[in-house]
């Protein structure tokens, strides 16, 4: 199949060096970039939990509380 494709700078020079390290065509490069990425394993996304001491403590057990003290602090 014949398609045209607008590649960026950064692909272009990866396609480049893998046509060059391989000596293979353009095409046989760009195919062999996608076969590549479409089995490299995925990592899962890591999820890190960052906590800030605000110098303040709420007990939040009792929202009755909370509320009055919210309430208090809208003056």
Same mark, same amino acid.
């Given at each position: 199949? #014949?398609?045209?494709?607008?590649? /960026? ?19 046989? =490069?760009? +195919? #062999? ?6 089995? =490299? ?11 800030? /001491? ?7 057990? +009792?929202?009755? /509380? ?6 208090? +602090?809208?003056?």
């Amino acid at each position: 199949m #014949r398609t045209t494709v607008s590649l /960026d700078p950064d692909v272009f020079a990866a396609l480049e060096r893998i046509r060059r390290d391989e000596g293979i065509g353009l095409s046989e =490069a760009l +195919n #062999r970039m996608a076969r590549r990425s479409l089995t =490299a394993p995925t990592r899962p996304a890591v999820f890190e939990l960052r906590t800030v /001491d605000l110098g303040l403590s709420i007990d939040v057990t +009792n929202i009755g /509380d909370v509320l009055d003290l919210l309430d208090q +602090n809208e003056d």
